[in-house]
C-alpha cells in the first residue's frame, strides 16, 4: 500500500513508554505486530477504532497521536 | 522477546501472509498440474497424465498438512493472528481475483462464440462436440482468478513489509 496522508507519533510514543515494543502494543490493542509497523511507516490507515484503541494504551487523544497531512485543495 | 523499537523492516510474515504464500502456490501447483494434465505435450508429460488423480490427491495432502501446521504454530503464541488490515487486504484481493476472473470469462466466452460460430458454419453439429473442452476452459479461468486472487495479496502484503 501507498504511504497515507495520516502521520503518527507512535514510536515516539513506545520509546517513552518504557521502549514498549510493537508486539506489546500489538497485544494490548489485538493487532498484529506487522499492523503496527505498517502503521507506523504511514503505509496504513488505522480504522477510528483501532486509532481508539492506540490512543488509549498511551493515555493520550487520537489527534495526539495521529496527523492528518491535508493537502491544499487546488 | 525480539526487540521491536528498531524502525528496520523487521517483519517476519504474519499467519495471513504465510496463507496467501501458501495459497499462490499451492494454486499455481494445481494450475500447472491441471493443465500439462489436459493441453500438455503427450509424449513429454505422460507421467502426470497417467497419475493426475493420485499428484492431485498428494497435492492437496500436503497443503492441508501445511496449513494445518501453519495454524498449530500460531495457535501456541496465543497472538491475534487475523487483525483489521489482513482483512482489507484479503477484501482487495478477492476484488482484484474477481476482475481478473470476470475479464477472463468474458475472453472465454468471446473465445468460445466466435470458434464455435466459425466451426458450426463448416460443420453444424460441431457444438455438440465442445463441452468437454469448455470445462477445461472453465478449470483454467478459475485457477487464474484464484492465483490472480493470492498474487494480489502476496503484492499487498510486501509493500507494506
Redesign the interface.
Known sequence: MEKTAIRNTIRHLRFHHDEMTQQELADRIGATRQTIYAIEAAKYAPSLELAFRIARVFGKKVEDVFQYDEKPIA | ?????S?L???P??R??VYAWSSTLSSIVFALVYLLFVFGIPSLFEPIRENFIQAVVILVIVDVVFQTIISIQSSQGG????????VRIAAIGFKIGYYVFMVAVLILIGHLFVYGFINSLADPVYVGRMDAMIVHYLVAVFFVGTTAKSVAQVV??R???
Open positions: 522477546m525480539q526487540d521491536s523499537y524502525p523492516p523487521l517483519t510474515m504474519s495471513q501472509e497472538r491475534v493472528d487475523r487483525d483489521e488490515r489482513d499487498l502484503y509493500k507494506d513489509a
